[in-house]
């Protein structure tokens, strides 16, 4: 079964940053839209952020656009979330997943999945 890899995740302080990585198998997924999710316990999975095949659509949550950028490169067949100014909100699992239609910001649009890493952010 493919599966997304993601990596970049771990402890930091508020006010800190990490840069979240994702990668994908290759071919398949040149056409794909990746995208950012996450998701803290007990609450749902949540959208960050989704960017198109050509890295000219890019999606962002609201209240997030200004503290968090994704990007592709898609010769590397990697997918990054920049997050800046961490939060204590921000703390969560954070799933890479990939969509084959659109960009859209639900999860159940998104048909292919990693396994997460996790963010903690302390204050």
């Known amino acids: 079964q493919v599966q997304l890899g993601e990596s970049g995740g771990g402890l930091v302080q508020a006010g800190d940053s990490l840069r979240l990585s994702c990668t994908y198998p290759?071919?398949?997924?040149?056409?794909?839209?990746m995208a950012w999710f996450r998701q803290a316990p007990g609450k749902e999975r949540e959208f960050v952020a989704a960017?198109?095949?050509?890295?000219?659509?890019?999606v962002y949550k609201d209240s997030l656009e200004d503290r968090f950028t994704i990007s592709r490169n898609s010769a590397k067949n990697t997918v990054l979330l920049q997050m800046n100014s961490l939060k204590v909100e921000d703390s969560a699992v954070y799933y890479c997943a990939a969509a084959f239609a659109g960009v859209p910001n639900t999860p159940d649009k998104y048909e292919i999945w990693g396994q997460g890493t996790q963010v903690t952010v302390s204050s």
């Open positions: 960017i198109n095949w050509s890295g000219e659509t890019v």
């Open positions: 290759g071919r398949a997924f040149v056409l794909a839209t």
